[in-house]
T-cell receptor, first 120, second 117 residues
Framework: DAGVTQSPTHLIKTRGQQVTLRCSPI?????VSWYQQVLGQGPQFIFQ???????GRGNFPDRFSARQFPNYSSELNVNALLLGDSALYLC???????????????????FGPGTRLTVL | AQKVTQAQTEISVVEKEDVTLDCVYE???????LFWYKQPPSGELVFLIR??????QNEISGRYSWNFQKSTSSFNFTITASQVVDSAVYFC??????????????FGTGTRLKVLA
């Protein structure tokens, strides 16, 4: 099975512009999470979506938004880009095993290759 | 507050040496999960292992082994007989349940491992 895919691989934007990043989860995975990884740091949680609903949000400004589609793919949008938004944006998908709905802390997240965004 | 500390920023070893990557975590929850991921230069985070807070058994997978000690809040990762292909950044992560049935990973800052031929 294919892993998590993300597009585009690289992006160069200028300050003030808007950007949309895309993610396709592993087949059968209904949860998608987005992370920002600044150079030299660990990934920071931005959003989590499950069954097309936002289930969690990290400490990021409202310039960041996301959505999940009926096929469980997802988009991350960032408006009014700042130089500090330059980072690797990682998408992860997970599969909820066992009983219950929603997501669980035990669900392993599988990451895509990321989109490297450079803001000039 | 939840926190993951990887105090070793960078480690260099010669091929075939053993190396241990340290991970210390902080959490107030009794149920939590710990993970290790490998990030090669390509950027993709590769899942290595998951451990829940109730299982303190050490685990071995080939040249990889993990030592989970709840008493010291540590989850260390050892690579035996390191190889050049092991060169990457390794991240330790903590997963906790949040509000509304959500959860997120808290990552450490990573340890860059360089294995020299």
């Amino acid at each position: 099975d294919a892993g998590v895919t993300q597009s585009p691989t690289h992006l160069i934007k200028t300050r003030g512009q808007q950007v949309t990043l895309r993610c396709s989860p592993i087949s059968g995975h209904k949860s998608v999470s987005w992370y920002q990884q600044v150079l030299g740091q660990g990934p920071q949680f931005i959003f989590q979506y499950y069954e097309k609903e936002e289930r969690g949000r990290g400490n990021f400004p409202d310039r960041f938004s996301a959505r999940q589609f009926p096929n469980y793919s997802s988009e991350l949008n960032v408006n009014a880009l700042l130089l500090g938004d330059s980072a690797l944006y990682l998408c992860a998908s997970s599969f909820r095993k066992g009983m219950g709905t929603g997501t669980s802390a035990r669900d392993t997240q599988y990451f895509g290759p990321g989109t490297r965004l450079t803001v000039l | 507050a939840q926190k993951v500390t990887q105090a070793q920023t960078e480690i260099s070893v010669v091929e075939k040496e053993d190396v241990t990557l340290d991970c210390v975590y902080e959490t107030r929850d009794t149920t939590y999960y710990l993970f290790w991921y490998k990030q090669p230069p390509s950027g993709e985070l590769v899942f290595l292992i998951r451990r829940n807070s109730f299982d303190e058994q050490n685990e071995i997978s080939g040249r990889y082994s993990w030592n989970f000690q709840k008493s010291t809040s540590s989850f260390n990762f050892t690579i035996t007989a390191s190889q050049v292909v092991d060169s990457a950044v390794y991240f330790c992560a903590l997963s906790e349940a949040g509000d509304s049935g959500t959860y997120k990973y808290i990552f450490g800052t990573g340890t860059r491992l360089k294995v020299l031929a």
